[in-house]
Structure formats: structure tokens, C-alpha cells
């Protein structure tokens, strides 16, 4: 066996590169996507209660809604937030209402999108 890997070595050095580089990005995003899911499917990351800390993001994966739904919804542009998650503490300040506010127009997208999905 290690006979072989020599002579695949010494014979096509591109080849094994590319393949090991290859076989290293796909276990990166493999390991990324399987962290993903169980971190979602845990029950106890799923319809948590809103809060400032949360990102619009979370709260759209949190609550199984698609983030074009919430993004919408809350007139947000995703070029608002510069390339970063913005809270939604930060959100609200921004917008100049309080933090209740912004969680309760956020509910309401929730609630339309889900009665607009189970109708």
C-alpha cells in the first residue's frame, strides 16, 4: 500500500495535491453543514423567544422561516448591514423605536408567513 502511494506520488504529484485539496474542502463544509443541522434541530434553538442579541438571520433559522421572509418583511436591504449581522438591538436603535417594537412587528411577519404556509 504505501508502495503504491510512493509511486502515485513520484508519477502524478498535481493529481494527489488536487485531490487532497479537494478531499479538505469537502470535509470542511461537510463538518460545517453537519454542525448546522444538529445545532438547528436541537429543540432547544428552535422558536426561542426573541431577544435584542439575535440577529434577523437567527431569528428566521430559529423560527423556520425563510430569510428572504423575514428580511422583507422587515424592509431590511441586506446591504444595510455592510457584510455583518446586525442585532436587533441595533436594529431598533437604528430605526429610532424601541426594542419591543421591532420584536413585535417581527412576530407579525412570523405569524403572516405561517398562516399564509399552513392555509
Do not use: C
Amino acid at each position: 500500500m504505501i508502495r503504491a502511494l510512493k509511486r502515485l506520488w513520484a508519477q502524478n504529484k498535481l493529481l494527489v495535491i488536487a485531490f487532497l485539496i479537494s478531499a479538505s474542502v469537502m470535509v470542511f463544509f461537510g463538518a460545517q453543514t453537519t454542525a448546522r443541522w444538529i445545532y438547528w434541530n436541537d429543540p432547544a434553538h428552535q422558536n426561542q423567544t426573541i431577544e435584542g442579541w439575535m440577529t434577523l438571520g437567527y431569528v428566521a433559522n430559529s423560527w423556520q422561516v425563510p430569510r428572504p421572509v423575514i428580511l422583507e418583511g422587515m424592509h431590511v436591504q441586506r446591504a444595510d448591514f455592510n457584510g455583518h449581522p446586525q442585532s436587533l438591538a441595533d436594529l431598533a436603535h437604528a430605526r429610532g423605536v424601541e426594542l419591543d417594537v421591532l420584536i413585535a412587528q417581527i412576530t407579525d411577519v412570523i405569524e403572516t408567513h405561517r398562516s399564509r404556509v399552513h392555509d
